[in-house]
T-cell receptor
């Protein structure tokens, strides 16, 4: 059974701080990793994708991947109240099911002004 | 205006009724997916289609049916056999069946009266 685990939170950080969101996955053959942001009542929107070990930066967001530890994280620098949302981690690239993703249950982030 | 559209935004169903949720895309993406999201839960895959006239069951297909007669359309029918259909339903697409970056439509919220 392929699993993606996230701390459900809520994770509360003050405005301007760094928010750190973590995700672990069970299947070592996973090849692709995604972070989605979902505002309450809305659909998920893609923030970042990462495929190789190390860091990938996009503006205030940095995704970090460690395949040996089966761990992927998302850092949000200079957190803003508008970053308050649920962040979904998704894992894919399983052989024989290309295109299919396994989603974690999400971590709720609250950024306090 | 490119993208994925889902209709209706809100849908109310009486016990014993079948209802059909629409998902249309003009992105020319090959693959389409249906997910169900319950409060505090991750996304669970219902059905997916990698090519026209072909579709596969996901993890929770019982009580649901789909068709893929056109590339741009992937409607989902929630039948009376689905005992607990109240949920947020999300349609997603990927460019090809071999790519796994999924893009989501705005969703349909179904409530059983």
């Amino acid at each position: 059974q392929k699993e993606v685990e996230q701390n459900s939170g809520p994770l509360s950080v003050p405005e301007g701080a760094i928010a750190s969101l973590n995700c672990t996955y069970s299947d070592r053959v996973s090849q692709s990793f995604f972070w989605y942001r979902q505002y309450s009542g809305k659909s998920p929107e893609l923030i970042m994708s990462i495929y190789s070990n190390g860091d990938k930066e996009d503006g205030r967001f940095t995704a970090q991947l460690n395949k040996a530890s089966q761990y992927v994280s998302l850092l949000i620098r200079d957190s803003q109240p508008s970053d308050s949302a649920t962040y979904l981690c998704a894992v894919g690239g399983y052989g024989g099911s290309q295109g299919n993703l396994i989603f974690g249950k999400g971590t709720k982030l609250s950024v306090k002004p | 205006d490119g993208g994925i559209t889902q209709s209706p935004k809100y849908l109310f169903r009486k016990e014993g009724q079948n209802v059909t949720l629409s998902c249309e895309q003009n992105l020319n993406h090959d693959a389409m997916y249906w997910y169900r999201q319950d409060p505090g839960q991750g996304l669970r895959l219902i059905y997916y289609s990698q090519i026209v006239n072909d579709f596969q069951k996901g993890d929770i297909a019982e009580g649901y049916s789909v068709s893929r007669e056109k590339k741009e359309s992937f409607p989902l029918t929630v039948t009376s056999a689905q005992k607990n259909p109240t949920a947020f339903y999300l349609c997603a697409t990927t460019l090809t069946s071999g790519t796994d970056t999924q893009y989501f439509g705005p969703g349909t919220r179904l409530t059983v009266l």
